[in-house]
């Protein structure tokens, strides 16, 4: 089994700043695409931005120019820079790490954590 941990949500007034973090622990596992979604109540959850072992980023179109990922792969930790941050960027942010695990490929999620953009 992996776990996902996030930290880093929390209530930010719009045009400031807000860092996300996810640290994915187990064993005997292997970390390849990591990344973020939002979810919003009544709507589908939505990928904000991912990231491959080898850096490649990949940003829905709404956040981009505004956010960055990057990760650490010693760590298996993911990060989410958003800045310029907007009311619309309110919701539950999820991590996301496609795992190989007991000879398999997995989708692993984390707890969620909530973000919340004041205007």
């Known amino acids: 089994q992996v776990q996902l941990v996030e930290s880093g949500g929390g209530l930010v007034q719009a045009g400031g700043s807000l860092r996300l973090s996810c640290v994915a622990s187990g064993s005997m596992f292997i970390v390849d695409t990591m990344g973020w979604y939002r979810q919003v109540p009544g709507k589908q959850r939505d990928l904000v931005a991912d990231i491959t072992t080898s850096g490649s980023t990949n940003y829905a179109g709404s956040v981009k120019g505004r956010f960055t990922i990057s990760r650490d792969n010693a760590k298996n930790t993911v990060y989410l820079q958003m800045s310029s941050m907007k009311a619309e960027d309110t919701a539950v942010y999820y991590c996301?790490?496609?795992?190989?695990?007991?000879?398999?490929?997995?989708?692993?999620w984390g707890q969620g954590t909530q973000v919340t953009v004041s205007s």
């Open positions: 996301n790490a496609k795992v190989f695990q007991t000879l398999r490929w997995r989708d692993y």
